[in-house]
């Protein structure tokens, strides 16, 4: 799974999970593992030392995770998750995509432009502060309200640069806990191996399995010019690894939705999870046909594809176990029950009773402003249309020069003063653009544009005009000169004088719909969010009341911990087996994209052992958000790197189904072999202490 | 509404119309209009020879409608239902599609390949000879014996290549009626706008108003070499038409499903249309970027590009109307409503009251086989991935040389005796290919195949072995010969020795993969097919029942006629009015396509009058393969030329909403004008007789 691309869907806040989930099912905090189930269904229990280990062994990559594997700031993540990294060290003359890329002594290690790596430091309970900020306060007095105290929270624990602090909401707003990171940001690429085993079997096989991928990337975190020294690291298992082992996987799973009311469920099922989709298709459509242009357009729309790829069969994964009748009864069932045994009850009725009606009725409005909100303001850094970079940037510098002379409290929360170094470094590191690229990208969004909102709808006016969309995309991407860092830095130092002075067609495109954005955006927030974070919360702590607190929340991406074992599943009647092997790889291969081995391996397949496990498949309950993930055994040692889930934990959004959800994961023992057969990385085989 | 893309939803045979249906909903056969309600209504009660005048005037143009408007064959129809022709009539160096055509003698009438117009004669109750064939069958044996008496009852009618005749069921077999048509089969183009006129405001338009369309050509009969004498043909009106004017309009609507059961429209909403509207997205996008390649793309691509987004804007609408809760509750209340009925009754008990939950079995088969016959055997001329005529000639051929040998009434329907003369014109019929645009289509389509089935599936490895799908479509494409007529033509009359001697790439491809699709297709006519036929015809008779026959049958591409007046409708609170203006369209021009007004229309502004009405709007109950039908005054003069409904119009598949759902038409007037001061028609105003 890719989860940089799940994140739109994220409701933004935690529910607590069902009670009487079933066995394996979860995930955890570190400080609320049940650890009584455990021990009575593994006989194991993890020692707080075991368990701080682990915690502070793994990393966010971005929207992925990692584990740091020496005690030299090496961390093991997915090759996906280092993609761009990747990608923009490549030049069409040296293209570490499809070769790889190995830094045999330490100087060649290269710097990955805008990555950061994050790593949970200290974890302190704000429960009691935000609570109190907002008591008593609804619709857009407690966004504000919420707003504003995360941000003062978050701007004192934020000291240095180097540090980096989010009040995360669990339980919804059951709990709320002030998370301190450590940040790296200076952040080099080690190795990569060449993108036709990273991604064997391509967007075919994704979300597949058996499955036949080395999809990891080496990176080290610096500073000072320096490796950092990490001596909380997960070494490479000494043990094999075998079916109905237990299995622990820790990571920042991105999002769950798994205690939704129904009129939530039906509102992703019908509004926003069929529009997504059905936009992913056509966009899908025109960057697989944009790659055959030639080599250049092929090597910039592919990264875009794939990312459009994984997301649709991700999502349409979800829209699946929606449109599953079996599936949506239980969960209609669920409330059902629960909305019953709080009407009988005479304390719980009057404070919860009013909850799902209330969620019904924001869901009904968020289906009439969805379309607006998607096209004119957009639910992450651009509107819909907007497919460039070029914007993305525009919108930040324009509404930066606006933000950051207010108040932190008084900002969009985007840019508070926490948020505002990862937001520069964004920014301003070096991205690559291809012109023609970002022209076709604009022009096909702004014909979506006049459809979806229709050619006399007044935003539609405000952005065309006159103009084509060929013309008008054309004329904004050549006469802008936001691809250049220096410039960017330049507005962004100099504010709104440097804005408004600005003859940049994009600064201006920008500048001149800021109001739009930010009118529909408000909308939003006081008519649907703050109604929906209300309620929701209301919803959670009914449950609460009626089942007490047993389970975890839902993944807000941030550091969890599922277990669970090594076990294949059964589909169409037939088991199958928990592990594929190196051999299988070779059988599989047909020599053609995206079933060819890249050379090296066939060149070397004579010293490879047949019999290896390759990837491998455990009922862990993961989501995007877990690429990279270490997978662990009660040694706390390293046995596997997560890389996606089957087609079935695609409905784990909403649900987890232990007979099917599985986990994908490349063995660690393949990775070691293959590190010595196949690539000679002798610099690293014995850092990792598997060298032979 | 660009019809011939919405055919492939329909479920082949009409249900009886719902009791209690609003003043001016139907598509009423001739033979049984409720004329006493049209008294009651209008004042106004059509003589029979009203009737068979209007009736003989109407002619079938392929999946259109159209008109004879002149003594002379002149038939007038719409641009988008003739730009096939129009294309294939086209060079690089003379496009038709962009200039326009205008043959100023009779001598330049250039012969439209493969294009057929149908006008229909008699029409014979044959419901005795069917039922009778088919009595006390169900399953395979019904749709056998079924087929087999149509076939016969067929070829018995077509007593010559001029003649073409059909079984029609309507009242879901309450009714079969056999239809012989006199068929035209030198059909030629007399005059076509520019598309830019044609189809101003293109897609961003379509299916919406206000409205500026000139979406018309005049095409003509011939036979002999000469053209046909038309004594019934409409007259241009000598009144003008105002709002609130009765309006009837003569066509050949191709499908509704007013009468689905609850677990039918379930199954539209949640599978059929669903998955039809993701792959027509993806497709989509392809084209669109494909015609980027270069101008000769541009030109190949743009035809399909449009019935692609035609198709997905009407789905869309479709799926729209089953997603609203309001829309979707009335038609399970319907439902509950019949069952409740049918249950009370100890007669009509134990011969209806099983037929919903059998549909409803059929319904989670068909859910079940959807994809594989989808992408194996099609529900047309081609499964899904062979986006190509090569193939879809290629599988005719080799199905042809299969079926003509065997009797009549054993042979697939498409290859009875009736039909094979129409299937070899469009065998036969040159067509342009363009080899690069067609290797691009089919590599498309093979990568949605290996996604859809995975990769691992037989069918898909049987097709794929190890090629890539750019390999194999190039290899496919290059490797034929079927793009040319006397090769197609060698083997249509060589038969199954010619076949199977050829070395054709595709025509081998298409056998080696012929078992599989009629496996699936044998499967799916068995066990959904047959049942949902036999199944509906109950559920019509208990309807039938219950309320009595008052109502309309479903539309089934046959002959109807809707009556209905001129006006506008409320949108947002606002009012819309009924007609448009031929200085409208100046107003609304950007000169950027879609939005660029041809430049005969520029030049002649000044003499254009821009108060002329241009475009209007009547509550006429219509749907896809009205387009082209004349709209009809009380006199039975010609008054407009339906191209298109509006955005709720869509609905209109599964029921009629009087409030809000239009028919878009050419005014007669803007017509005759345009003719006269744009194009300086004279040859045509004269025979129309509006020259002034």
């Not at 040694?635 to 994908?664: C, K, M, P, Q, Y």
Request: glycine share 8%.
């Amino acid at each position: 799974m890719k989860t940089r691309f799940l994140q739109v869907l994220t409701l933004g806040a935690g529910l607590f999970a069902a009670a009487g989930a079933s066995a394996d099912e979860g995930m955890w905090t570190f400080n609320h593992l049940p650890k009584a189930a455990l021990k009575q269904q593994y006989g194991f229990e993890p020692t707080d030392a075991w368990l701080t280990h682990v915690r502070r062994s793994s990393v966010k990559v971005g929207g992925c995770s990692g584990s740091f594997v020496s005690d030299n700031g090496l961390v093991l993540t997915n090759h996906h998750c280092a993609e761009e990294c990747i990608a923009r060290l490549s030049t069409p003359a040296q293209d570490y995509t499809k070769r790889g890329f190995y830094a045999k002594v330490s100087a060649e290690e290269r710097v990955c432009p805008g990555q950061q790596i994050n790593q949970l430091g200290e974890v302190t309970d704000v429960t009691a502060r935000i609570q109190k900020a907002t008591s008593g306060l609804e619709g857009e007095a407690f966004h504000q309200a919420f707003r504003a105290e995360s941000a003062r929270i978050e701007k004192a624990c934020a000291t240095s640069e180097s540090i980096n602090c989010e009040v995360v909401s669990l339980y919804h707003g059951g709990l709320y806990e002030l998370y301190q990171y450590r940040r790296f940001r200076d952040v080099r690429i080690v190795f990569a191996p060449e993108v036709d085993i990273a991604f064997f079997g391509g967007d075919p096989d994704n979300f597949n399995f058996p499955r036949y991928d080395l999809d990891l990337t080496f990176l080290r975190v610096y500073e000072d010019g320096k490796p950092v020294s990490t001596p909380d690291h997960l070494s490479f298992a000494r043990t094999e690894l075998k079916p109905n082992d237990l299995t622990f996987v820790s990571g920042n799973p991105a999002s769950t939705e798994r205690l939704l009311t129904v009129a939530q469920l039906e509102y992703q099922r019908d509004h926003a999870l069929l529009e997504h989709l059905l936009s992913l298709a056509r966009y899908r459509g025109f960057l697989s046909e944009y790659g055959e242009r030639d080599a250049e357009a092929k090597r910039f729309a592919r990264s875009e594809l794939f990312g459009v790829e994984n997301a649709f069969k991700a999502l349409r994964g979800r829209q699946e176990a929606l449109l599953d009748p079996a599936f949506f009864n239980h969960l209609v069932a669920n409330e059902t029950r629960l909305r019953a045994r709080v009407a009988a009850d005479p304390k719980l009725k009057p404070q919860y009773a009013a909850a799902w009606s209330a969620i019904e009725k924001a869901q009904a409005r968020e289906a009439e402003l969805h379309k607006e909100l998607t096209w004119v303001e957009g639910s992450g850094s651009r509107p819909a249309w907007a497919k460039t970079s070029l914007f993305t940037w525009a919108r930040l510098l324009v509404r930066a020069s606006e933000e950051r002379p207010k108040k932190n409290e008084d900002r969009l929360e985007e840019y508070a003063d926490a948020r505002l170094p990862s937001l520069e470094q964004r920014l301003l590191a070096p991205k690559p653009l291809n012109q023609a690229f970002e022209i076709a990208k604009l022009a096909f969004g702004l014909v979506a544009l006049r459809e979806e909102l229709g050619a006399d709808h007044p935003f539609v006016k405000q952005v065309l005009g006159k103009a084509s969309p060929e013309e008008l995309a054309s004329a904004l991407v050549k006469g802008s000169k936001l691809q250049s860092e220096a410039e960017r830095k330049r507005l962004w130092e100099g504010g709104k004088p440097a804005i408004l002075a600005s003859k940049d067609r994009m600064i201006q495109l920008a500048l001149s719909l800021d109001g739009e954005g930010r009118a529909i955006r408000t909308r939003y927030e006081n008519e649907v969010e703050s109604v929906l974070t209300k309620n929701s919360e209301l919803v959670a702590r009914a449950r609460f009341a009626v089942y007490g607190m047993s389970s975890y929340p839902d993944a807000t991406g941030t550091s969890r911990l599922s277990f669970g074992t090594v076990r294949g599943w059964r589909e169409n009647g037939r088991l199958l087996p928990a592990f594929t092997t190196i051999g299988g790889a070779f059988e599989r291969a047909t020599g053609r994209a995206p079933f060819a081995l890249p050379k090296s391996w066939l060149e070397h397949q004579s010293q490879l052992d047949p019999a290896m496990p390759f990837n491998f498949v455990t009922d862990n309950d993961i989501i995007g958000g877990n690429s990279g993930s270490p997978v662990i055994n009660r040694e706390g040692e390293f046995v596997g790197l997560v890389f996606d889930g089957n087609i079935h934990s695609l409905g784990g959004a909403f649900g987890f189904d232990i007979a099917h959800n599985r986990t994908v994961a490349v063995d660690a023992r393949a990775i070691a072999h293959t590190l010595d057969k196949v690539y000679g990385a002798s610099r690293l085989t014995t850092e990792l202490g598997t060298a032979k």
